[in-house]
Nanobody, 120 residues
């Protein structure tokens, strides 16, 4: 079975920083795209940042210049470094990993979500 375990959320003041981590474990053959999404109360889940297996990145306009996505392929882990945080960044953040493992073809999997709260 594949597991995605997120960590690093919390409460921070506006202007502060947080680093989220998402580690995939299980009988994994290959990891393709990795990404971070967020969902604020009453809103739809939205893409925050993504990174391909080759390291190409893309960001939502709202976070460009403030957030940085990276990955450690040896650890099957994706990170989201968040700086200059704003109250509007408050949301539950979810990682999404596209991977292939022993019992299923390439599919996307979600982490359990981690709460990020930015106070003004």
């Amino acid at each position: 079975q594949v597991q995605l375990v997120e960590s690093g959320g919390g409460l921070v003041q506006a202007g502060g920083s947080l680093r989220l981590s998402c580690a995939a474990s299980g009988s994994i053959y290959d990891i393709n795209n990795m990404g971070w999404y967020r969902q604020a109360p009453g809103k739809q889940r939205e893409l925050v940042a993504g990174i391909t297996s080759g390291g190409r990145t893309n960001y939502a306009d709202a976070v460009k210049g403030r957030f940085t996505i990276s990955r450690d392929n040896a650890k099957n882990t994706v990170y989201l470094q968040m700086t200059s945080l704003k109250p509007e960044d408050t949301a539950v953040y979810y990682c999404n990993v596209v991977l292939t493992w022993t019992r299923a073809p390439r599919s996307g999997y979600w982490g359990q979500g981690t709460q990020v709260t930015v106070s003004s």
